[in-house]
């Protein structure tokens, strides 16, 4: 019951802020920031309190279960949901107002989704919180930026038909399964027992692998990314980036490694390749963009890429450094969009050419610009550099060409990331520029994500100890004792 | 014969017989208000007493009929629909001149003909019951919209006749190489391996033109977006439910014994109809600009959907093509209640321009739009997600991967303009034109569609339960 809590709080929040929002424009806000709050605070309580799971009968008839399961992985993944659904209100409270109740209706309900993504044990239970978090994202867009209809347009028919591949997969496991052991069940943890096999595994595989893949925004199947997390309002770019890319690394962790042990296996070195792709393209075109959040949207590729290669590496090493990065991520990138955001509402702009020399009149957003930045490009002491560390670490122990590109990337990340605050802060302000610098909500806001990044970075521990059992016991391992040297870290 | 023996027959025989006592009581007192509460009463009797029904199920009549389990389920869908287009329509035809009365007669008979062909088992009632539905159509297809309307009628009606013909005389083909017109008698006159000739195919294709005409299925669909798009709302909504749902039920009876796929030549037909209906109906809808073009063109998709079903003819196929009609219906009617509840006095409301901004003058009627076509589109919540579901369920059990590759497809192109029409709808708009209060009938039929729409969206497990326990009662 505690687990379903966990998705019925946004779920009744979303109702009650867009009713409320008919006579207020800060109710709707205050509600979903109240709801929010609480699920952050069960979030932790259960964090402390260790795993659990609910189960109860929804279509019987098909051996359909409503089973929620919380381990360390997916603790992990909602306490990250929680806090940037903190954020993400925090973030729109001055940018919307119009409409105010139903924005935050949708916000609530993508963010019920994303937690029902990260808590479903059931594989059609997975799917149906997986597509439900489609449509109100989509409505999100409603508030964003100039191309903001074609580019909804794009992420829903990408998501949505990658979707569909998904749940064709997940039919022919279901039959494949019930051929095997006569029980019907999509029940994770019975599908688990019987490991796909023979060729059609590998289509299956396929099935699940590109339904993750467009949501992480790995190339070839970013096409929708870019334009979808420019033209998104900022609480939306904010889900898109800091979660939506997060439920597809999940969904590999969670379902294609374990259920597909063997075909990820051969597969590996594919998805380390396109991993590593993914880190030198986005490093490259984050380097020629000149819109702040098309930037930061490359850049994100760039580091989906880094969890890519550190998933499909299959290491213990490299698996804890991918969830790190994606928390890492979640918080960093995360503010970085907030930040394009605040400047945007300031500067009503997002280019890059006639931002510069910002620092004198805004030098908390500057401190916090710097911050990240110093962030994006891996520096110790933030959660990027172990995040990133540890995927190096692992992937080298596989295959050492692809360690090295990685690498490469991460010496782009340098090059785009002090470029970034050079063009924004440093140099000339050649429009004389004058804004407020950030509010008290602002500032605590990304203090808060600050906190984050620099909490992981220099005291991961809490994170290994969730997730890593959760991997050792759900991971198939390449077997490298041929070339094992190091222990553990 | 007793009343009990006629009580599985009564819902059947209530709509028919409300039509009578309609047009005596229209001979010396004219009256909107009372005739469609007298429509609407007689409709909801036929309604309630199903379940009664179901207790003296299956029954046979003779060679003509076969009460059972199913026939009563899809008697009971197409009732409750007839009664939400009885409910749109009184809105509709009281902004209307004229007289509007008869317009309630017709739509009980050509139900009748609707609730027979479900419990047709021998080719004279399924001609019977298809022919009422078809006449009564002609008339209400061309009711009181004027030059469009006609034109609609009309050609509705020379292609219905056309259509019907193919089918009358692929009867025939089969009386003459058989000799029986009863549906079990045919099936087990060929399970028992009796010699056949050219004129059995020939027959059974020319029955498939004319059912292919009726549900519009590609290539036999031009008729359905002009009709769609002429007739009266309620009409459509009439037409895109209770007259394709009746169709389907009664293809289901007649093909379903006959397996399918161990007659290759006629499995290969129908899988072509089913996977070009995907398809085409999913590529022509993208470039509407009007709503009533996009529903005949998506409902087209959404037939070959559910043809796809006939295919396997295994029990999980016929239950989650039960419920995909069920889902359908819902979803179907409450779109058109929604066009209709729009509608003024000159003109429906048909471009999908004239909807921008419906979201701010009128929240109620935009979001039950929304709701159904994301229901059409498949999304979580709704009946569609569900109804789908199933649909894929039945068909990688029956390993049909091209007509389940061609869903995929279809679906990935529908969420296109569905969404778009989704879009226009909460666009900002200036000028908003002054609203007209619904009629509280519409408001709750509308209302009612989307509460079920939701319920069989969230738990369909009891509505899945009891088609479960009928096929099974049935078989």
Not at chain 1, 250 to 259: D, E, N, S, T
Not at chain 1, 302 to 323: D, K, N, Y
């Amino acid at each position: 019951m505690i687990l379903a809590l966990l998705i019925i709080l946004p779920l009744a929040a979303g109702p009650l802020a867009w009713l409320t929002g008919r006579w207020s424009r800060s109710a709707p806000r205050w509600i979903s920031l109240a709801a929010m709050a609480l699920d952050l605070a069960l979030a932790v309580a259960l964090w402390i309190h260790g795993p659990m799971e609910t189960s109860w009968g929804w279509i019987p008839q098909l051996g359909i279960g409503f089973t929620l399961s919380l381990d360390g992985l997916s603790i992990l993944m909602v306490a990250l949901t929680a806090f940037l659904g903190v954020i993400a209100v925090a973030a729109s409270w001055k940018e919307i107002k119009d409409r105010v109740g139903f924005f935050h209706f949708n916000l609530m309900w993508t963010l019920a989704g994303i937690t029902g993504v990260f808590l479903a044990s059931d594989l059609l239970l997975f799917y149906f919180f997986w597509e439900l978090m489609l449509v109100p994202m989509y409505f999100l867009f409603l508030w964003g930026q100039e191309k903001r209809s074609a580019a909804g347009m794009k992420f829903l028919i990408y998501t949505q038909s990658s979707g569909l591949l998904m749940l064709l997969a997940i039919l022919v496991l279901y039959f494949m399964h019930a051929g095997a052991t006569g029980v019907y069940t999509f029940d994770y943890a019975a599908l688990l027992q019987t490991p796909a096999a023979g060729p059609a595994a590998n289509m299956l595989m396929f099935g699940f692998f590109i339904a993750f893949a467009v949501k992480m925004g790995v190339p070839p199947f970013h096409g929708w990314l870019p334009d979808a997390y420019t033209h998104a309002p900022t609480a939306g770019t904010l889900l898109l980036a800091g979660l939506m890319a997060k439920t597809g690394a999940y969904g590999l962790l969670r379902f294609v490694l374990p259920l597909f042990p063997e075909q990820a296996l051969q597969f590996a070195p594919m998805g380390m390749a396109l991993g590593a792709a993914a880190i030198l393209y986005g490093g490259l075109m984050a380097f020629s963009q000149t819109d702040l959040k098309r930037m930061v949207a490359y850049t994100s590729i760039s580091h989906m890429g880094f969890v890519l290669l550190g998933i499909f590496a299959p290491t213990a090493q490299s698996q804890q450094g991918a969830v790190i990065l994606m928390l890492g991520h979640g918080a960093a990138t995360g503010a970085l969009f907030v930040m394009a955001g605040a400047l945007q509402e300031r500067l009503g702009t997002r280019e890059l050419g006639r931002m510069g020399g910002l620092w004198e009149t805004a030098p908390r957003m500057g401190g916090t610009m710097l911050f990240l930045a110093l962030a994006l490009m891996g520096l110790p002491g933030t959660a990027n550099f172990i995040g990133e560390f540890l995927v190096l670490v692992g992937a080298w122990r596989t295959s050492i060409p692809l360690a090295t590109v990685a690498a490469l990337g991460m010496i782009l990340s340098v090059i785009y990331a002090l470029w970034m605050i050079q063009r924004v802060f440093q140099g000339p302000n050649r429009e004389n520029w004058k804004f407020p610098d950030f509010s008290l909500r602002e500032t605590v806001a990304a203090a808060a994500m600050i906190g984050v990044v620099l909490w992981i970075g220099l005291y991961p521990k809490p994170i290994s100890t969730a997730a890593g059992p959760v991997l050792d016991r759900t991971m198939p391992r390449a077997d490298l004792s041929a070339q094992d040297e190091g222990g553990e870290p | 014969m007793t009343f009990r023996d006629l009580l599985p027959l009564l819902p059947l025989m209530l709509p028919a017989l409300t039509a009578v006592a309609i047009l005596l009581l229209l001979a010396f007192h004219r009256s909107h208000r009372l005739t469609a509460w007298l429509a609407a009463g007689g409709l909801a009797a036929a309604l309630l007493l199903i379940p009664f029904a179901c207790e003296g199920a299956p029954r046979r009549f003779g060679a003509l009929l076969v009460v059972d389990g199913c026939a009563l389920f899809y008697t009971g869908i197409i009732m409750a629909a007839a009664l939400a287009v009885a409910a749109f329509s009184y809105g509709y035809l009281a902004r209307r001149r004229g007289h509007v009365e008869e317009f309630y007669v017709l739509l009980l008979l050509a139900t009748t003909g609707g609730a027979v062909l479900t419990a047709s088992s021998h080719f004279a009632t399924f001609f019977l019951g298809l022919e009422v539905l078809t006449v009564a159509l002609y008339t209400l297809i061309a009711y009181e919209r004027g030059a469009f309307g006609i034109e609609a009628g009309v050609k509705y009606l020379v292609l219905a006749a056309v259509s019907t013909a193919a089918l009358l005389f692929g009867v025939a083909l089969i009386y003459a190489e058989l000799g029986t017109m009863e549906f079990s008698k045919i099936a087990s006159l060929l399970d028992a391996g009796a010699p056949v000739s050219l004129l059995m195919p020939a027959g059974v294709a020319l029955i498939l033109v004319g059912v292919g005409f009726k549900l519009a299925l590609t290539p036999f669909h031009l008729w359905a977006p002009d009709v769609y798009q002429g007739a009266p709302a309620p009409t459509a909504a009439f037409l895109s439910t209770v007259s394709k749902g009746a169709v389907f039920a009664a293809a289901m009876r007649y093909l379903v014994p006959l397996d399918l796929p161990s007659h290759r030549s006629l499995w290969l037909a129908v899988a072509a109809l089913a996977v070009v209906s995907m398809l085409a109906g999913n590529l022509l809808a993208l470039r509407q600009g009007n709503i009533r073009r996009v529903l005949a063109y998506s409902s087209i998709a959404h037939m070959g959907y559910l043809a796809a079903m006939l295919l396997t003819g295994s029990p999980l196929a016929t239950a989650a093509a039960m419920f995909y009609l069920l889902a359908y219906f819902v979803t179907s009617l409450g779109a058109w209640g929604v066009i209709a509840a729009l509608s003024e006095k000159e003109g429906d409301a048909e471009r999908i321009e004239d909807y921008r901004g419906l979201a701010g003058r009128h929240p109620w009627l935009a979001g039950a739009l929304t709701l159904m076509l994301l229901s059409l589109a498949g999304m979580p919540l709704t009946a569609g997600f569900i109804s789908k579901f199933f649909l894929l369920t039945a068909g990688v059990e029956g390993r049909l991967w091209a007509p389940m590759a061609a869903l995929l497809l279809g679906s990935a192109i529908g969420i296109f303009y569905y969404v778009r029409i989704i879009a226009m709808l909460f666009a900002p708009q200036e000028d908003a034109p002054p609203v007209r209060a619904t009629h509280w009938a519409a408001g709750a039929a509308i209302g009612a569609l989307v509460l079920l729409l939701i319920a069989l969206g969230v738990y369909p497990a009891p509505v899945l339960a009891i088609i479960q326990s009928l096929i099974a009662a049935s078989s």
